[in-house]
């Protein structure tokens, strides 16, 4: 049986990164679309505004 050689080097890692960045924004992007579209089926659906569909009006 062989063993496997273990790594020389360790990999570089990111550091986390935290508040306004790109990749935070483009999530928020993506499911700030999602959304709109759900509220739009949900219109075409029932008939009904978002607003009349939740009781608020």
């Known amino acids: 049986m062989t063993t496997q050689p273990q ?3 360790t990999p570089s890692l990111e550091e986390p990164k935290f508040g306004f960045n790109e990749y ?3 999530l928020n992007g993506r ?13 075409y659906l ?3 505004g ?7 009006r």
């Open 7 to 9: 790594p020389t080097t």
């Open 50 to 56: 978002v607003l009349a569909w939740l009781g608020l």
């Open 46 to 48: 029932t008939g009904k």
């Open 24 to 26: 935070a924004e483009r």
């Open 31 to 43: 499911a700030a679309m999602i959304g709109f579209l759900i509220l739009v089926v949900i219109e």
